[in-house]
């Protein structure tokens, strides 16, 4: 059976900054920097971040949340590309003169905009599906190596899906082929650069909401509310 509705304290404020690290990382993703040899967005500096949350609301509060959550997360960020689209589309004021600098920023091709969305749709039901089924399996040990192989696993989908949507046709192979691997390896490493703040706040998470959910009898259908 599906664990009961049931109130938490801190699941609001975690599905807020989710959503937080969502939306920052939308608008900043359109500057690009060079990192060594690699040429990168600086949305990798706050995306690895909404893993990081999933993570931790399938680790405590198991799939059934987490999918809500990452259902708020893609509304949330309809939401923002219509007004973002409708702010642009407005007259500015005629002693205005930075249009063609807010479009640079805000403004999305509709093309870099489907990958993104539906790369984050997937790569984070994978995560969370991931990361589920490995806390069963374990038994609830080896939390780190369960979180690093679920981020393994989500961003790896997130980053084949979201590079060649976005590029494919537009950079050469061989140079798809490096980002897409350069980010897959980074979010890793971030991921794991974080492990000494994320499992002692997974610790306190569980032990203040009373929750330590194993989806055991779970229905992972991504489309059932």
């Not at 807020?16 to 500096?45: D, Y």
């Not at 920023?105 to 993104?116: E, H, K, Q």
């Not at 790896?156 to 061989?174: E, Q």
Request: hydrophobic share 50%.
């Amino acid at each position: 059976m599906e664990q009961t509705a049931k109130s938490y304290r801190l699941l609001p404020a975690i599905t807020g900054l989710f959503v937080a690290t969502l939306i920052i990382a939308e608008t900043t993703a359109s500057k690009l920097l060079s990192v060594g040899p690699m040429t990168l967005s600086a949305a990798i500096i706050i995306f690895p971040l909404s893993y990081l949350f999933n993570d931790i609301l399938t680790e405590v509060y198991g799939y059934r949340v987490s999918r809500k959550v990452i259902w708020t997360g893609f509304a949330s960020l309809i939401l923002m590309i219509f007004c973002y689209e409708g702010v642009l589309a407005l007259p500015g004021a005629d002693f205005w003169k930075d249009q063609a600098a807010f479009q640079t920023v805000l403004g999305n091709l509709p093309r870099i905009v489907t990958a993104s969305m539906t790369a984050y749709f997937v790569g984070e039901f994978c995560n969370s599906f991931a990361l589920a089924k490995f806390k069963v399996k374990m038994e609830g040990k080896l939390i780190s190596l369960r979180f690093v192989a679920s981020t393994v696993v989500g961003e790896f989908v997130d980053s084949i899906i979201f590079f060649p949507m976005a590029f494919y046709g537009v950079l050469p192979n061989a140079t798809l082929v490096s980002i897409i691997l350069s980010s897959w390896g980074l979010k890793i490493l971030w991921e794991i650069a974080a492990l000494p703040a994320t499992l002692p706040f997974v610790r306190y998470l569980k032990r203040i909401e009373h929750e330590d959910h194993y989806d055991r009898h779970t229905d992972f259908n991504p489309f059932k509310f």
